[in-house]
């Protein structure tokens, strides 16, 4: 896990100690990048259908805490953070085209498709 990514723990006292299931894992996305992926399973069994939620730009997961808490123990949420995220894992120097929005696309591709 990265150095800065948040722990299952933290998550859950972020979120107030939801009634659900929360793994964190990171993913190997392109370009040697991994992200990091909450996922949110509600400990009582929901009819809703699962949301993929990709925050934007610069938001970290505070910003989304009166969101995700009222969703996390009604339907399986997983909370993809994107590469600019301090949690992303880098293990090489940034190039300002590492941004751009192809980029995002196939990462979140390659999430998905894990």
Known sequence: MSVNAMNTTEVATLLDNPDCQIE?????ATDGIELMVYSFKPNQPSTSRPVVFI????????????LLSAWVEKRE?????????????ISRKL???????IHHAEDLKAVVDT
Not at 24 to 28: D, G, K, M, T
Not at 55 to 64: A, R
Not at 77 to 85: A, F, L, S
């Open 77 to 89: 949420i997983h909370y993809i953070e994107t590469r600019e995220k301090r949690s992303a894992k």
């Open 24 to 28: 964190a894992r990171p993913i190997a």
């Open 55 to 66: 925050p934007g730009w610069t938001s970290v997961m505070e910003g989304w805490v009166p």
């Open 95 to 101: 190039r300002v085209q590492d941004f751009a929005m």
